[in-house]
């Protein structure tokens, strides 16, 4: 693992603090193999998006993970990535953009699971976009079908109140990028 954080902020509460922090966080985890049948994907905020967007966490004994990366920039204690935060596998990439805001604790994030093409698998697909929502201490999960999401998109809606368009342009983009965990370090 390779970590790097530069933060700043100020105040007379951590609080204070929290709500003003300014700086980079980066993040490099990989290669790494998760046993799918050894971990609880009831518990925990991140098993339970790791259970929604891997499609072969049910049949594969393991995950191996090529990268885990973040590059996020943190502006007046938000957190914000847009495909700044991605996980490559053999069989899925994944892809996360949105916000998190350290001092009201919201969270608006969106992982895009990309089904790569391959033997049997055919072309690079994406069947499910996990919405994360809620706060820090009280998360909630969803799934968006993306079926769902481009005719909402193509009809002018805003998809679960959130604050950016998912646009067909950007899901092509996403399911053709063959190396997220690049792109997201290059942000």
Excluded: Y
Excluded at 61 to 87: N, W
Excluded at 119 to 126: D, V
Excluded at 168 to 180: I, N, T
């Amino acid at each position: 693992m390779d970590l790097s954080l530069q933060l700043g902020g100020r105040g007379k509460t951590l609080q204070a603090i929290v709500e003003s922090l300014d700086g980079d966080a980066r993040v490099e985890v990989g290669p790494l193999r998760v046993h799918n049948f050894a971990i609880d994907l009831e518990r925990g905020i991140l098993m339970r998006i790791f259970g929604l967007a891997n499609p072969f966490q049910k049949t594969d004994p393991d995950t191996d993970f090529q990268c885990v990366v973040a590059r996020v920039p943190i502006r007046d204690g938000v957190l914000s990535s847009d495909q700044a935060v991605a996980a490559e596998t053999a069989k899925v990439n994944l892809v996360l953009s949105g916000t998190v805001n350290l001092g009201t604790e919201g969270i608006d994030l969106a992982v895009t699971p990309i089904v790569k093409g391959g033997r049997g698998i055919g072309t690079a697909s994406i069947v499910s976009i996990v919405r994360v929502g809620g706060t820090l201490g009280s998360p909630a999960l969803g799934v968006d079908a993306v079926g769902v999401a481009k005719s909402a998109v193509g009809a002018g809606v805003a998809l679960v109140a959130t604050p950016w368009w998912l646009a067909e342009a950007v899901l092509k983009q996403l399911s053709s990028d063959p190396h997220p965990c690049a792109t997201a370090l290059a942000k």
